[in-house]
């Protein structure tokens, strides 16, 4: 089976003593929607390893980026909570960075630009990176300047060269979701300023490993980042941590701020190192214990799920997003359980949802399917997907909420 390799040194620190401890079986790539049901889909073994000495919790396998980046479907401005975030974030970052004026914000995986625009009202000089070729069609656009290009040191250089050390250095979920880790990270480090400062979001693995968010486990997402992991990658390129927060996005990141120079550590820093230490965030047995818990919540999900079948009872889903098709794959759901999916997004319309096979649909076409239950595939958008079902298609019915921890229904 071509397209894909399987790592035998760790992603961040490069060690040999990487131990795998969940498979999640074959999986087809989860972004590559097909426009109809096939029974020639690819699908590639999707596992966890552990690194025994930097405590990194990682992918075994990289699918060649090709299968999964070239038409990305995710739109960041298609979420009114993303939209929202996007200024939130901006007077963040802002409030931890050193003098702007003669500066410029560099975001990398800028997507549609969403999280640029809020520094552009505010008179700041930015730059988007982005692989994605629509994504940055539909980021010039919106008049935010967009290079096409994956990021890496040699991307950094060259950036550098022809408009100077940026002040503010964004990734927001992008480091766990790139293949060559310490390239990339080389990259920011060689795109910041003396002076300026790294921002990193990441999905929190302590709340994955807490919560059972085994549905972030996908093959674009290859590292699952501590705080403490994170640190320890950062460091070995001479970005120093100074601050750190939490973010809701992905139900539940860390946001982590480092410079070149260092700076006084805040006792936020202090507190996550503290608290991971005594969770045993970092530690085998703890991961283990959760890929045993991602079982036992298949089972519940499932039985769930099946008893509402049984009841006669029309299921529709909410949300065709990456960490759907996860928890669709892992439960084995297919459209004789989930008929039709709702996704705001339009570009997905029309699609499938790869392996499970279910047709994703407009909302207002679904809630006019006049569902029973309604299953909330995408639920860290939960409030939102509520809100409208209720408000805008008039749907009266319950809710099944897969995750955190247990699987839920919401009457
Ligand atoms: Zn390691």
Not at 203 to 222: G, N
Not at 264 to 283: I, Q
Not at 294 to 307: C, D, I, K
Request: charged share 25%.
């Amino acid at each position: 089976m071509g397209g894909f390799k399987t790592i035998t040194k760790c992603r961040s620190c490069a060690s040999g003593e990487i131990r795998p401890f969940f498979s999640l079986g074959a999986q087809p790539p989860a972004n590559a929607l097909p426009l109809g049901s096939s029974k020639k889909e690819k699908a590639y073994p999707l596992s966890l390893d552990r690194c025994a000495r930097c405590g990194l919790v990682q992918l075994h396998e990289t699918v060649d980026k090709r299968f999964l980046f070239s038409h990305y479907l995710w739109v960041t401005g298609t979420s009114g909570t993303a939209r929202a975030f996007a200024e939130q974030f901006s007077r963040a970052c802002l409030a931890r960075a050193g003098d702007m004026t003669a500066s410029y914000v560099l975001e990398i995986a800028s997507n549609d630009g969403t999280f640029l625009i809020p520094f552009q009202k505010k008179g700041y000089r930015v730059l988007g990176v982005d692989p994605a070729k629509n994504l940055v069609a539909l980021a010039r656009r919106l008049k935010v300047p967009t290079t096409c290009a994956f990021f890496g040191k040699r991307e950094a250089e060259r950036i550098r060269a022809r408009r100077g050390a940026a002040g503010l250095v964004i990734a927001r979920n992008v480091l766990p979701h790139v293949a060559n880790t310490r390239d990339f990270v080389a990259g920011l480090a060689a795109a910041v300023h003396e002076e300026g400062v790294v921002v990193v979001e990441a999905h929190y693995a302590k709340i994955m490993l807490e919560e059972l968010h085994y549905d972030s486990i996908y093959h674009e997402h290859l590292c699952y980042f501590t705080f403490k992991t994170l640190e320890r990658l950062l460091n070995e390129f001479g970005l120093f941590v100074f601050d750190a927060t939490r973010s809701p996005i992905s139900g539940g990141s860390i946001v982590v701020y480092a410079s070149k120079t260092k700076r006084p550590e805040r006792v936020s820093v202090r507190r996550l190192r503290a608290t991971e230490t005594k969770d045993g965030t970092n530690s085998l047995s703890s991961w283990r214990d959760f890929a045993k818990r991602a079982r036992e919540h298949r089972r519940a999900f499932v039985s769930l799920l099946r008893r509402e079948v049984l009841a006669k009872k029309r299921i529709v889903g909410y949300g065709a997003s990456a960490r759907s098709s996860t928890l669709l794959n892992f439960c084995k759901i297919n459209r004789r359980v989930i008929e039709a999916i709702a996704d705001q997004n339009p570009l997905k319309h029309g699609r499938w949802t790869v392996g499970s096979q279910i047709p994703i649909k407009d909302p207002a076409e679904v809630f006019a399917m006049h569902p029973d239950v309604v299953c909330i595939l995408a639920w860290n958008f939960k409030d939102e997907i509520m809100r409208n079902a209720r408000r805008i298609y008039g749907y009266r019915g319950p809710f099944i909420v897969p995750l955190p921890f247990k699987p839920a229904k919401i009457l």
